[in-house]
Every structure is written in C-alpha cells, then in structure tokens.
C-alpha cells in the first residue's frame, strides 16, 4: 500500500515513505560519504529530484549556524541559485554544478566567501521572495570544470531588489531571524518541540510498519536542539511538499512555524493510522 502523497486539496497531510527515518538522515560529519550520491541540478531543465536528495540531521542544526551571524537590517548582495527545493538553515545539501552560469558562480565563490543563496521556484508560482544561503563546505572540481558540492544551510533571507540576472541571478538581500519569545514562553516552546518531536517519532514508526520494516523505538530526534532549529529540521525532512517547506521556511515565528509542523504530524498520523488499520483488514491491500 502505497502511502500518501501531498494532496492537491490539503496541504497538511505529506508523504513518508522515506522521510523521517534515521538512516536516511546524512551525518554531517561524514560529507565524503555524499559525493556518491550528489544529485544535479539544472535551472533550465529542472529534473525530477531523486528521494533523500536533500538529507539532514538533527546533528547538524545548532543553535547558531554562522560563527558571526549578519544582522537583521543588513543589506548585503549575494548570488542566487533558483532550485526547485527549500534549503532549510542547518540542512546539508549536495548538489552537482554542471551549467556553464553557475559553473561562472563557483569560479567567483571559491575566491571569496563559499556562500550563495538557495531560492525556490517552480513554474506554478515563480521564485520566492524568501530562501536560504548555502555555505559550501566541501567541493570537488572536475576535470570537465563541473563540481560537486556538500552545502549546508545558514542564514534565511529576503530579496529586496535584484541586482542583475545575467550570467546569474544577483539580489540585495536582509537577513531573517525568528522573533524572540517573551520570558514566559520559552518554556511553552520547548514543551511545544518535545510533542512535535513525539508525533514525528509516531510517524516513523507507522511508516515503517506500513513499509513492512520492523518497529523499533525511534532514536532521540531533538538531540537536545533548542526549538527555533529543531523547527528548521522538522520542516526539512517534508519532503516532497515544497510549497509548504516554503511557507515555514518564510514565518519569523517558531511557536507559528512548531504548530503548523505538529498539525501536519498529526494530519499525516490520523491518515497513516487508518492506512495501517485497513492494512490489518486486507493484508495484500
């Protein structure tokens, strides 16, 4: 049985068929390991993104994800990559760089700071406003000028006018950051993060139940993250629902952003809850 699909009427019931489950999820520690399964990208000819193309781990999301974070109200001018994925901060990224523009971008980058911005688009809605830079942290450059890449996602931002679009897309850019919670909130996050961490591990177990792989206890997924990044990653690992990766990527509001993310959990557990009950019914189902 197969199990379900991001619907065209809702969107907050999303596909787990390999998402959320720990062995999929990439070690950061480990990006020799990627480049064997480095995904490529064309901004032309967008290719149907192989599962687990973009992997991440609660490992990899800390607290602050630069040593010296922008300001708010910086204005900065920063190249862009259109892609038909949301990079989420923290989350690793590999990708192959094959076209000749952004092949022209790595050239540049390698000589300054590694850091390009990762912007969705799609034909249905254009490019978003909102995206994610993209700090790479291990490349390899080929002998036909191609690369590979290990990316990690840092700081969000927001495009406030573009620069230039030839050979590739440069914007002035303010950086984003998630509204601080009042004293007596934070308590009321983290209790927050620890029940969307619980319907994500329910999730993983009848996904895999419904895959016919064992149930066991689903390791720690927090990982003692505090919840603005635990968010990040939770919302990472929907994959397959862009559009909506794209809306939580852009709210400046963790309680808003873990909400949304548990009502998605819990839509997609009521489901997966019936699927695995009718599967008891009809075993061949």
Not at 127 to 136: F, H, K, L, P
Not at 143 to 151: G, K, P, Q, T, Y
């Amino acid at each position: 049985m197969a199990l379900p699909q991001l619907l065209p009427s809702s969107s907050s019931i999303i596909s787990y068929k390999s998402l959320l489950n720990p062995a999929n999820y990439l070690l950061n520690q480990n990006p020799d390991k990627i480049f064997t399964t480095t995904q490529s990208f064309s901004h032309r000819r967008r290719q149907r993104r192989e599962p687990n193309s973009l992997r991440c781990s609660a490992s990899s999301f800390s607290e602050k994800h630069h040593t010296n974070p922008p300001k708010s109200d910086d204005v900065v001018e920063l190249p862009l990559f259109p892609l038909p994925l949301v990079l989420f901060p923290g989350a690793i990224l590999p990708l192959q760089i094959f076209e000749f523009r952004y092949r022209m971008m790595m050239h540049t980058l390698l000589q300054t700071d590694l850091r390009f911005g990762v912007i969705y688009t799609d034909s249905a809605t254009g490019t978003a406003e909102v995206g994610c830079v993209g700090e790479v942290i291990k490349h390899e450059r080929l002998v036909d000028d191609r690369f590979f890449l290990i990316c990690k996602g840092q700081e969000r931002f927001r495009v406030t006018k573009f620069v230039r679009t030839k050979p590739y897309l440069v914007a002035e850019v303010v950086w984003l950051e998630d509204r601080p919670s009042g004293n007596g909130d934070v308590e009321d996050l983290d209790a927050l993060a620890n029940e969307v961490e619980l319907y994500m591990k329910d999730v993983i177990r009848l996904s895999n139940r419904l895959n016919g792989k064992p149930e066991k206890e689903v390791q720690d997924l927090r990982r003692n993250l505090f919840p603005t990044p635990f968010s990040f990653f939770v919302g990472s690992t929907f994959e397959g629902a862009p559009r909506e990766q794209q809306a939580l990527l852009e709210l400046e509001d963790t309680a808003t952003r873990l909400k949304r993310e548990k009502e998605t959990l819990r839509n997609t557990l009521n489901y997966l809850t019936a699927a695995s009950a009718v599967k008891d019914v009809f075993p061949s189902s």
